[in-house]
């Protein structure tokens, strides 16, 4: 869970009961992974309901819109964050070789 989302309190609470009613009541409805929602599931299990920001906020993804939020299992949710968070860091040391690459000592 992002800062910004756990800062929003009381506003993400409500946020997360409106994806939830609308993703339950979405026949057929499934997480991102491909499997459906067991929403009887609470935390802390992995498979228990969690709400996913489909656009990543570091991304640029909006917090709070309802376009950008949906229902995701709790494990698939948190192994994206992980992996979206070593993907960033992958993207920043590749910018800082091109820094070294274009070393005006080695022109
Ligand atoms: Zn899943």
């Known amino acids: 869970m992002s800062e910004a989302w756990r800062a929003l309190g009381g506003r993400r609470r409500t946020l997360a009961r409106q994806v939830y009613a609308r993703d339950r009541a979405t026949p057929g409805y499934l997480c991102h992974c491909g499997r459906p ?17 489909v656009h990543e906020t570091q991304d640029g993804g909006a917090l709070t819109s309802l376009d950008n939020l949906a229902t995701a299992h709790l494990g698939c949710n948190s192994s994206k964050g992980a992996q979206r968070r070593r993907e960033r860091e992958r993207e920043q040391r590749a910018a800082q070789a091109v820094v070294i690459a274009i070393d005006p000592r080695t022109i």
Not at 37 to 53: G, N
Request: aromatic share 12%; no cysteine.
């Open 37 to 53: 929602i067991d929403w009887t599931l609470a935390w802390p299990d992995p498979m228990s309901k969690s709400v996913d920001h």
